[in-house]
């Protein structure tokens, strides 16, 4: 039996999209919605902890979610494919490229963190790592990364989905997994052609930090800032999002 996932689309390109730490396999706004089905087949996975997978208990790292998105490759057929990660998903597709480097065509990261430590001062500390029992910390840090600027009726309805679609244990390991991630040496100078798309009003993982964390360490990176988009363009800014990422794709 298949791991859970949600496809869209049948085309001979199999691309799977890794969620973010607020999202789930469902949880990608209307971006699913202007996505070519017949050039590609889409593959929203879930994290153990989260969305479908809610009640399926793990150890919450990298080379978790790796092993299963490799896993459900093998059972879906798909020999090679893409892989697209948003926010935390950026250092899970690089954890795949390090694992497979042969099965990974291109590779898209959307807002993300990378394959290094994610610095945190005190009080940035303070604010992530009490969001799993804190509602009005993910509120926080949804409305900071988006640059303070949207609907407070929009933030609370990604602070709920977040607090519905995933478990407080998987949502604490996952912020454990992406924010110590330290594997930079065994992805730094692969081939694999990769887009990286910082959000304009994203301040902490806008332009300059991607250009600092992807940057330096991949041949074959281009970096394209989302206008009018912070850290969750999918839902800030969808059409324009899956214009720019299959264009790269294709």
Known sequence: ???????????????????????????????????????????????????????????YTLDEVADDVLALA???????????????GGAEVLRV????????????AITPVGAQPTPFDEAGHGLFFGAA????????????TTGNR????????????????SDKDAFHGALEAWANADFIDEVAGQQTPILVIPGEHDPALGEATCRQTWEPHFPNVTIEVMPNAGHYPMFETPVALATSVERFLA
């Not at 093998?74 to 935390?88: K, N, P, Q, R």
């Not at 029992?133 to 900071?144: K, M, T, V």
């Not at 949207?150 to 519905?164: C, F, G, K, M, Y």
């Open 97 to 108: 490229l390090a694992k497979a480097p042969e099965r990974v065509r291109k590779l898209v």
């Open 150 to 165: 949207l609907t407070p009726t929009w933030v609370n309805s990604v602070v709920d989905w977040s607090l519905e679609h």
């Open 1 to 59: 039996m298949a791991i859970a996932h949600r496809s869209v689309g049948n085309g001979p390109h199999t691309v799977f999209c890794l969620h973010g730490w607020f999202g789930s396999a469902d949880g990608w706004g209307s971006f699913p919605d202007y996505l070519d089905g017949e050039k590609f087949t889409y593959v929203f996975t879930d994290n153990r902890g989260y969305g479908a997978r809610k009640d399926e208990k793990g150890e």
């Open 74 to 88: 093998d059972e879906l057929g798909a020999e090679t494919f893409s892989l697209i990660g948003h926010s935390m």
């Open 133 to 144: 029992e804190n509602r009005e910390n993910r509120y926080g840090i949804i409305d900071f």
